[in-house]
């Protein structure tokens, strides 16, 4: 199959570039605007108590006052507010509600601190529209206005609260995604240019990806549409790294395995053709696991994940098709000119560290497994300190945001919890109305659980059915001791109802709550979903039921190293609380996914190195003298370019661009080149059973599509002859 597309593009190279060009114009042209939205609630399924709390607060408190954006105020000196200041914080406030912006629906004063050194606007805006853009718009305006009007006063005034977050959230998005961009391009370049030392390489693979990447976005905002899927700021930042981290290994694949035939003497056109033939199975199967294990996420409870999965594959999947159209059939216009101004193409080097590398891992295959193993199984043990956190606002952004100066300073002026309050709706079940005189005795109880720093009775629905008690934890929302809480909170509310009556407990905490019961459900679910599939693609791939085991045992514990090693350097070196909770679930992905590119790519060339009639040491060998520079190249822009993440100035992009960088790293530079193919060549030809994939073939010419004499490159992206005493056989 993949010598008949690439006989086809080869043969019509111009019109293969012009259908992508047509079908980048028109799928970028007709595709919808993808929305964006940084609600949390957002995340979760309707079956959720939060959830479910939160729709009958809009029943039974239609015109409940939340406020979704919070403008705090405080003297410039830092002194107690005066009696002027409090007037102009009423002016303000009263001038605030008169302007009537679009999406504010009230305006109110909010209640001064214990300290008297803060005070408080409150704003209402449309809850049907949380999380929206036109929030965020909103927000930008309040802040210029409350600006404005406190001009002139001894006030100091920030807004912050959920809008404000949102509207800080986007501008942190877009100046993250310029510097993952500029970032991602400039590391792809440089080391293109360090490999090839050509300057048509280095750019091509910008621009074919850059395509592509139009085509993959517009794809991506029809499936969002059409499934009525969630969208997210951060999901764009992933894309990035995704769509030219991933296409840039695949373009590297079939660049070293083209100059590969050229070197053996095949006419530029046909080595490009049986480039395609003997690598193509490669590029399919590892772009099939990235593709299976990012769908695997729509088994997932949180619509942040279920929206990024489909995207993501959607994305590999295109690159997938330009890697195996589009790249060779522009290169194949261009030929061995793609490599000038360089010859270095065209010669061996005398020399190639990756044959000593593999002349090691044949001699003491049981010594390099235990090694790289050793190292793997130390970096896991740390994941036994892993704790997760769940404050999304303050994790996709800067601490110097204004909505999160906000957030910290109502922290130390005000209760933790009360910026958020957990709020505990009390209904009956027979539709008769409750009996107030039950509501002080479950407030006490209420207020009585630990964590919890008071309760009350705030309103009580027109048909008397339903009634409200605000509950204020002694800590904030989104930490580890609320969250603890507020489940003890559950247990009472549901406990201690009054009979005929139930409980339903929302707010923040409630939500962060339910998250990480959906976090921990797709740990169950996701991880050995994805794990199995990606065993299926392998085992269609290497024809074995034995391989696949140790194969994705190996980048299972490449993911133990990698959680590992990100817990110990933010969590025990830099003093982070936790990490993003839904960081191992994206790192398993990534990592698993991904990293098994290049277990694939180094088991498929072990297989070939073997069906020459070697040995399964010989063979593990020369698989990494050959694909050594392959996976070398490949994983170093992979990893360099996931690291760009943490230029975006935030913890859950800084934390991402980490850990998967890092699980890049140790699926390239320790699972695919030591560890698979040590254990490979210990199991010896029981690794390939029941099929038997090592068997020796009869080895045709080049003319028929079969690898003629391969060969390695040295570390420096040059080749070296695999003829050599060790070598191929000719």
């Known amino acids: 199959m993949f010598r008949r597309i690439g006989n086809t593009v080869v043969r019509h190279p111009v019109w293969t570039i012009v259908a992508w060009l047509i079908a980048a114009v028109a799928i970028v042209a007709t595709a919808p605007s993808l929305p964006s939205n940084s609600d949390e609630s957002s995340f979760l399924p309707r079956s959720y108590e939060s959830i479910k709390a939160a729709d009958l607060q809009e029943r039974a408190f239609p015109s409940a006052f939340t406020p979704s954006a919070i403008a705090l105020y405080q003297r410039t000196d830092g002194a107690a507010l005066s009696a002027a200041d409090r007037r102009d914080v009423a002016r303000i406030t009263s001038e605030l509600g008169e302007k009537h912006i679009d999406q504010v629906q009230k305006v109110v004063r909010g209640r001064p601190s214990k300290d008297g050194r803060y005070d408080l606007t409150l704003v209402q805006m449309d809850r049907r529209s949380a999380g929206q853009p036109e929030q965020a718009d909103a927000a930008e305006e309040l802040r210029k206005d409350v600006k404005k009007l406190a001009e002139g006063t001894h006030l100091d005034v920030r807004l912050g609260g959920s809008a404000a977050q949102a509207l800080d959230q986007e501008d942190s998005s877009e100046r993250g995604q310029t510097l993952i961009g500029v970032g991602t391009f400039v590391i792809i370049l440089v080391t293109l240019l360090i490999i090839f030392r050509a300057p048509i390489l280095a750019v091509l693979p910008l621009v074919l990806i850059g395509l592509v990447s139009a085509v993959a976005n517009g794809l991506i905002a029809y499936a969002t549409k059409l499934f009525d899927l969630q969208a997210n700021s951060s999901i764009s930042s992933i894309l990035i790294v995704v769509l030219f981290g991933v296409g840039t290994d695949y373009f590297l694949f079939l660049i070293f395995r083209y100059r590969e035939r050229l070197r053996a003497g095949d006419e530029p056109k046909q080595a490009m053709v049986n480039a395609v033939d003997r690598v193509g199975e490669a590029i399919a199967s590892a772009a099939g696991a990235v593709i299976i294990a990012f769908l695997a996420l729509i088994l997932s409870t949180l619509g942040f994940l279920k929206q990024m999965g489909?995207?993501?594959?959607?994305?590999?999947?295109?690159?997938?098709?330009?890697?195996?159209?589009?790249?060779?059939?522009?290169?194949?216009?261009?030929?061995?000119?793609?490599?000038?101004?360089?010859?270095?193409?065209?010669?061996?080097?005398?020399?190639?560290?990756?044959?000593?590398?593999?002349?090691?891992?044949?001699?003491?295959?049981?010594?390099?497994?235990?090694?790289?193993?050793?190292?793997?199984?130390?970096?896991?043990?740390?994941?036994?300190?892993?704790?997760?956190?769940?404050?999304?606002?303050?994790?996709?952004?800067?601490?110097?945001?204004?909505?999160?100066?906000?957030?910290?300073?109502?922290?130390?002026?005000?209760?933790?919890?009360?910026?958020?309050?957990?709020?505990?709706?009390?209904?009956?079940?027979?539709?008769?109305?409750?009996?107030?005189?039950?509501?002080?005795?479950?407030?006490?109880?209420?207020?009585?659980?630990?964590?919890?720093?008071?309760?009350?009775?705030?309103?009580?629905?027109?048909?008397?059915?339903?009634?409200?008690?605000?509950?204020?934890?002694?800590?904030?929302?989104?930490?580890?001791?609320?969250?603890?809480?507020?489940?003890?909170?559950?247990?009472?509310?549901?406990?201690?109802?009054?009979?005929?009556?139930?409980?339903?407990?929302?707010?923040?905490?409630?939500?962060?709550?339910?998250?990480?019961?959906?976090?921990?459900?797709?740990?169950?679910?996701?991880?050995?979903?994805?794990?199995?599939?990606?065993?299926?693609?392998?085992?269609?791939?290497?024809?074995?039921?034995?391989?696949?085991?140790?194969?994705?045992?190996?980048?299972?514990?490449?993911?133990g190293a990698t959680l590992g090693a990100t817990v110990w350097i933010f969590q025990e070196g830099q003093g982070h609380s936790g990490l993003m909770f839904m960081l191992p679930v994206i790192m398993y992905l990534f990592v698993v996914a991904i990293g098994t590119d290049y277990n694939i790519l180094m088991i498929a060339r072990l297989r070939e190195e073997a069906r020459e009639g070697r040995e399964p040491r010989e063979a593990a060998g020369m698989a990494l003298r050959h694909a050594g520079p392959t996976v070398a190249a490949a994983g170093f822009i992979l990893a360099a370019t996931f690291a760009t993440m943490m230029l975006a100035g935030n913890a859950l992009l800084t934390e991402m661009g980490f850990a998967v960088s890092f699980g890049i790293a140790i699926a390239a530079f320790v699972m695919a080149m030591f560890f698979t193919p040590s254990l490979t060549a210990l199991i010896g030809h029981a690794a390939w059973w029941p099929g038997h994939g090592d068997r020796a073939v009869t080895t045709p010419g080049a003319g028929t599509g079969t690898d003629m004499p391969a060969t390695a490159s040295g570390g420096d992206g040059q080749d070296t002859v695999a003829g050599s005493p060790e070598g191929r056989r000719r």
């Open 310 to 559: 489909p995207a993501l594959a959607i994305a590999v999947a295109a690159t997938l098709v330009a890697g195996l159209t589009l790249i060779p059939a522009v290169v194949s216009l261009i030929g061995p000119k793609v490599f000038w101004p360089s010859k270095s193409w065209q010669r061996e080097p005398e020399n190639a560290r990756f044959a000593a590398l593999g002349r090691g891992v044949r001699r003491r295959p049981a010594l390099t497994a235990a090694v790289s193993g050793i190292v793997l199984v130390v970096l896991s043990l740390g994941t036994l300190g892993f704790n997760a956190t769940f404050d999304l606002a303050s994790g996709s952004m800067p601490k110097t945001k204004e909505s999160m100066v906000v957030q910290d300073e109502m922290r130390k002026a005000y209760s933790a919890g009360a910026a958020a309050p957990t709020d505990v709706y009390l209904s009956t079940t027979d539709g008769k109305p409750l009996d107030k005189a039950s509501f002080d005795a479950y407030a006490k109880k209420l207020g009585a659980v630990e964590g919890v720093a008071n309760s009350r009775i705030t309103q009580v629905a027109k048909d008397g059915t339903t009634a409200d008690f605000t509950v204020t934890l002694t800590h904030e929302a989104s930490t580890d001791q609320a969250i603890e809480a507020v489940g003890r909170v559950r247990d009472v509310a549901h406990a201690d109802a009054p009979d005929g009556t139930e409980a339903l407990v929302g707010g923040m905490s409630s939500i962060y709550k339910d998250i990480d019961t959906a976090v921990n459900h797709d740990y169950r679910t996701v991880f050995p979903v994805a794990a199995v599939l990606i065993m299926v693609i392998l085992g269609l791939l290497l024809r074995s039921v034995v391989a696949p085991w140790y194969l994705i045992a190996s980048v299972g514990l490449g993911f």
